[in-house]
């Protein structure tokens, strides 16, 4: 079974037991967390799409761990003009593992 959930401003497809890196939610690590916003709920060959929500549906995960990305180098330069700029960005996100999928 799997499912489609929404959160953080983008969209996983996940399954029972996967671990996944989503944009950061406060929450304490080792505790559960249910993430309601599914829009769709698969098994096999059906598939139970939502309006835009699945009613009923929800997916229970653990946080295990917080953490930050890597850092992504941003770099502008206008040729010919002695402009150089160097900045550095390192986003936060939390991990989760997948526990159960309740459409």
């Known amino acids: 079974m799997y499912a489609v959930i929404?959160?953080?401003?983008?969209?996983?497809?996940?399954?029972?037991?996967?671990?996944?890196?989503i944009e950061q939610i406060p929450?304490?690590?080792?505790?559960?967390?249910?993430?309601?916003?599914?829009?769709?709920v698969g098994e096999g060959a059906s598939l139970k799409l939502g309006?835009?929500?699945?009613n009923g549906a929800a997916v229970m995960a653990t946080v295990v761990s917080q953490g930050r990305h890597d850092k992504v180098?941003?770099?502008k330069?206008?040729?010919r003009?002695?402009?150089?700029?160097?900045?550095?960005?390192?986003?936060?996100?939390?991990?989760i593992l997948i526990n159960t999928i309740k459409a």
Do not use: C, W
Request: hydrophobic share 30%; glycine share 10%; proline share 2%.
């Open 6 to 21: 929404k959160t953080g401003g983008k969209q996983y497809k996940v399954a029972a037991g996967e671990k996944l890196k």
């Open 27 to 40: 929450a304490e690590i080792g505790s559960e967390i249910t993430l309601d916003q599914v829009l769709a």
């Open 51 to 54: 309006d835009p929500l699945v």
């Open 73 to 75: 180098t941003i770099f």
């Open 77 to 79: 330069m206008r040729r």
């Open 81 to 95: 003009k002695h402009y150089q700029k160097h900045q550095g960005h390192r986003q936060n996100f939390t991990e």
